[in-house]
């Protein structure tokens, strides 16, 4: 264990599947709390060493503690002898405003100098279509001194709880974050790279979830894996067609948060928005596929993408033809045929028609 990883301490706030998945692979070189907001599930991860409901199978590290006080889990990531430690945020988009708004009220006049927070949820805000960053900068806007940061990258929670291993990005543009999350996480089976791109992390992460059930959906129409291709490499496009309209870097659709993350997201067999895609390309309907339990965040936030594309003057066609299925009653194939039937274009700006 390093100096640094001595001097560290992390607060997980979130035990979901990747909240508990980011304790575990923290608590093996930085003091690290995980705070449940369930008392019952909090005291089975301290005893047992399990999250029951989301990741049943798998044994934590028996030096992970839990707890349910947020309070607590504030201090400890505040303690005067930690240095400055690091908040992890693993909540939803829709819950990451009421999160920070909570850890501004449990922190102590002075701390903020002590602090950092990284976020991993990855969507746009249903309602206003802001990104991550800009619903926590406002939600913190009184603790000017917080380093703040978004962790993102190709990665299902459960083999990151298994310790297999895994490459993501930490996007920030304060020195003391990066140097939290690369003390706390970067090691045997975690590599952290680092990037000042916030706002294309942020949009990778938010479209590829949309991408994926645009190949869900055409998995299950059965369409091949031609048409697999197809979509992601004109997803990747269309995401950095956004990204780079709202600020963000070309570089970045290239990396871990963009390509890598899509990949993952659109191809894997744990991935929820192909799973949500798979079940519509083969006749089940939205509303029992969320009613029977399955959540994707590319359905929280398509609308709001598709919105911010019209905004800025940005063509999106997949995520136009996913919204039109999913709350259009669009029929898939007749999506599907929408974007074969498009005018034909160059691929590139430099290339003949």
């Not at 909570?102 to 701390?111: D, E, M, N």
């Not at 197809?230 to 948060?257: D, H, N, P, S």
């Amino acid at each position: 264990m390093s100096a640094c990883s001595q001097r560290i301490r992390v607060a997980v706030l979130g035990a979901g599947s990747w909240g508990t998945a980011l304790a575990a692979l923290a608590s093996s070189q930085a003091d690290t709390l995980l705070w449940a907001r369930d008392p019952a599930a909090a005291r089975l991860i301290g005893q047992e060493h399990r999250n029951t409901r989301y990741l049943p199978d798998i044994p934590l590290p028996p030096a992970l503690r839990a707890t349910a006080s947020l309070q607590e889990a504030v201090d400890h990531a505040c303690a005067a002898d930690a240095g400055r430690g690091l908040i992890i945020l693993g909540v939803p988009v829709a819950g990451l405003a009421d999160i920070c708004a909570q850890v501004a009220h449990a922190l102590a006049p002075g701390l903020g100098a002590k602090l950092n927070i990284v976020w991993t949820c990855k969507g746009f805000q249903h309602e206003t279509g802001l990104l991550p960053h800009q619903i926590a900068q406002a939600a913190l806007a009184g603790w000017p001194d917080i380093g703040l940061g978004v962790l993102s990258g190709p990665s299902f929670a459960r083999e990151v709880a298994q310790g297999l291993p895994v490459a993501l990005t930490l996007a920030t543009r304060q020195a003391p974050a990066a140097e939290a999350v690369l003390a706390a996480l970067h090691g045997a089976h975690a590599r952290i790279y680092t990037s000042t791109d916030i706002i294309g992390v942020e949009v990778g992460g938010a479209l590829k979830n949309i991408m994926a059930i645009a190949c869900g959906i055409s998995d299950g129409l059965g369409l091949g894996s031609n048409a697999r291709a197809a979509l992601i490499t004109r997803g990747l496009a269309e995401m950095q067609r956004l990204g780079l309209a709202l600020g963000g870097q070309a570089e970045t659709f290239a990396g871990l948060a963009g390509l890598g993350d899509l990949v993952l997201t659109a191809t894997g067999a744990l991935s929820r928005n192909r799973q949500v895609g798979l079940a519509i390309g083969q006749g089940q309907a939205l509303a029992g596929i969320l009613a029977g339990g399955m959540t994707a965040e590319g359905v929280r936030c398509a609308r709001a993408a598709l919105a911010l594309g019209r905004e800025h003057g940005v063509d999106l066609p997949i995520t136009e033809a996913v919204c039109n299925v999913l709350f259009e009653g669009l029929a898939p194939r007749v999506a599907v045929s929408t974007l074969l039937a498009r005018e034909p274009r160059a691929e590139a700006p430099s290339m003949p028609r």
